[in-house]
């Protein structure tokens, strides 16, 4: 089946410090990939919508600067908390649209970000 | 986008069939019925998905109403492993992004 993977699976920084969360599918090519936030007993917002050499298309209310997305490549997606302040804590999920009419999006195991 | 509807919670017993309802009274011609899951502390995992005919897998089964307004996961023998929160999502092909909704938690007696 489709894997995705991200790293790291858990980070700890001190806030004003930038974090970086890698989205990897690891046996199929995604020219789409998805980044959600996730905070405790919520379901998942979803951040961006991301294509593989295009901008990333941000959800209303998501701050395209605090939150840089970069598709380098088919298999990779990365997110960048920019500055990061304590309320940016959160469980970081991403997923990537397998190449099929069906639309099955395949999601990472998640990313916890604690911002001290 | 349209949206369903899902019971906050159910509990079953383990070994039993589960049968977690969605509502989708507002869906279109071209939406998929997708169901996912998420364990805690993890990604979301994908169960199943459906247009119109019921579909079968390894894990679930996915009964769709016949006018399309309603469809059911079930779970035909419920095991520990099972408890996690159920989303039922419609997906319109074109657009391929996921709105979660807040789900179904679905626990499960020993």
């Known amino acids: 089946g489709a894997v995705v993977s991200q790293h790291p699976s858990r980070v700890i920084c001190k806030s004003g410090t930038s974090v970086k969360i890698e989205c990897r599918s690891l046996?199929?090519?995604?020219?789409?990939m998805f980044w959600y936030r996730q905070f405790p007993k919520q379901s998942l917002m979803l951040m961006a919508t991301?294509?593989?050499?295009?901008?990333?298309?941000?959800e209303q209310g998501v701050e395209k600067d605090k939150f840089l997305i970069n598709h380098a490549s088919l298999t990779l997606s990365t997110l960048t908390v920019t500055s990061a302040h304590p309320e940016d804590s959160s469980f970081y999920i991403c997923s990537a649209l397998g190449r099929s009419s069906t639309d099955t999006q395949y999601f990472g195991p998640g990313t916890r970000l604690t911002v001290l | 986008d349209a949206k369903t509807t899902q019971p906050n919670s159910m509990e079953s017993n383990e070994e039993e069939p589960v049968h977690l309802p969605c509502n989708h009274s507002?869906?279109?011609?071209?939406?998929?019925i997708h169901w996912y899951r998420q364990l805690p502390s993890q990604g979301p995992e994908y169960v199943i998905h459906?247009?119109?005919s019921n579909v079968n897998n390894r894990m679930a089964s996915l009964a769709i109403a016949e006018d399309r307004k309603s469809s059911t996961l079930i779970l035909h023998r419920a095991t520990l492993r099972d408890a996690a929160v159920y989303y039922c999502?419609?997906?319109?092909?074109?657009?391929?992004?996921?709105?979660f909704g807040s789900g179904t938690r679905l626990s499960i007696r020993p």
């Open positions: 046996d199929f090519q995604a020219t789409t």
């Open positions: 999502i419609l997906v319109v092909s074109s657009a391929s992004k996921i709105i």
């Open positions: 507002t869906i279109s011609g071209t939406d998929y």
């Open positions: 991301s294509n593989e050499g295009s901008k990333a298309t941000y």
């Open positions: 459906g247009l119109t």
